[in-house]
C-alpha cells in the first residue's frame, strides 16, 4: 500500500514503562492478526497473534488488543526494555486466491531510552 | 522443524548488473512464498508470491522477475538493475491454504551503486 514508501513513524520510551502500538487496518472481513518485530538488518520475527474471535490475547510481557468495531489493533509491552528497540510490524490475514494474504502495515519504530 | 535460508546476505552490485537471489525452504511442502522489498527506514512492500511451481503472481511492475524452479525454491531476478532496486529483499512463507504466521528469512541487502 502507500504505507510502505512513508518514513516510519517513532514511539520513544522511558525504559521500564509500558509501550503501546497501535494499528489501524483496512478490511473488516480480515480474520487474523499478527504482530512482528523487526530487529535492524533481520528478518521480523512473529511476536504474537490473535483471532478475529477475541478482543484480548496476552503473552509474556505483551497484549495485543483487537476493536474489531473501528478496525483498530494494538501492542501493549510492558516494562519496555532496551531489547524491544526495533520496528514493529502489524499484519492483517485476507483470504484471496492464494488462500490466505497477510497484509502488512507501515510499521512503527519504538526507541527504549535508558 | 522448518527453517528458511536466504543468500546470499549482502550484496553491492553496479547499475545496469544482473541479480539473482536464492531462497529455499526446509521441513515443509508446498508451502506459498513470497518476496518483499524494503527500503532503509521503509515498510514491507510485497514484490511478488508463488503458491505452486512455476506460478508467480506480480503486486507491482517493476524491473524485477521471479521464479519458482521447484517446490521449496524461490528465485528473484533481474536482467538489468537500477539505482532505485537497492533495498534489504525478505522471502518469506507459509503454509497453503492455512491461516498463519508468515516466517521470515534474515534477509538479503542489495546495494546498487
Known amino acids: 500500500g502507500e504505507s510502505v514508501g512513508l518514513h516510519l513513524p517513532t514511539l520513544s520510551v522511558q525504559e521500564g514503562d509500558n509501550s503501546i502500538i497501535n494499528c489501524a487496518y483496512s478490511?473488516?472481513?480480515?480474520?487474523?492478526f499478527i504482530w512482528y518485530k523487526q530487529e535492524s538488518g533481520k528478518g521480523p520475527q512473529f511476536i504474537i497473534d490473535?483471532?478475529?474471535?477475541?478482543d484480548k490475547r496476552q503473552g509474556q510481557r505483551v497484549t495485543v488488543l483487537l476493536n474489531k468495531t473501528v478496525k483498530h489493533l494494538s501492542l501493549q509491552i510492558a516494562a519496555t526494555q532496551p531489547g524491544d528497540s526495533a520496528v514493529y510490524f502489524c499484519a492483517e490475514n485476507i483470504a484471496n486466491n492464494a488462500g490466505n494474504m497477510l497484509t502488512f502495515g507501515g510499521g512503527t519504530r519504538l526507541m527504549v531510552k535508558p | 522443524s522448518q527453517t528458511i535460508h536466504q543468500w546470499p546476505a549482502t550484496l553491492v552490485q553496479p547499475v545496469g548488473s544482473p541479480l539473482s537471489l536464492e531462497c529455499t525452504v526446509e521441513?515443509?511442502?508446498?508451502?506459498?512464498l513470497y518476496w518483499y522489498r524494503q527500503a532503509a527506514g521503509r515498510g514491507l512492500q510485497l514484490l511478488f508470491y508463488s503458491v505452486g511451481i512455476g506460478q508467480i503472481s506480480s503486486e507491482v511492475p517493476q524491473n524485477l522477475s521471479a521464479s519458482r524452479p521447484q517446490d521449496r525454491q524461490f528465485i528473484l531476478s533481474s536482467k538489468k538493475l537500477l539505482l532505485s532496486d537497492s533495498g534489504f529483499y525478505l522471502c518469506a512463507w507459509n503454509r497453503a491454504l492455512r491461516t498463519g504466521e508468515l516466517f521470515f528469512g534474515e534477509g538479503s541487502r542489495l546495494t546498487v551503486l
Open positions: 521441513g515443509t511442502s508446498n508451502p506459498n
Open positions: 478490511n473488516s472481513a480480515s480474520d487474523y
Open positions: 490473535i483471532r478475529s474471535n477475541m
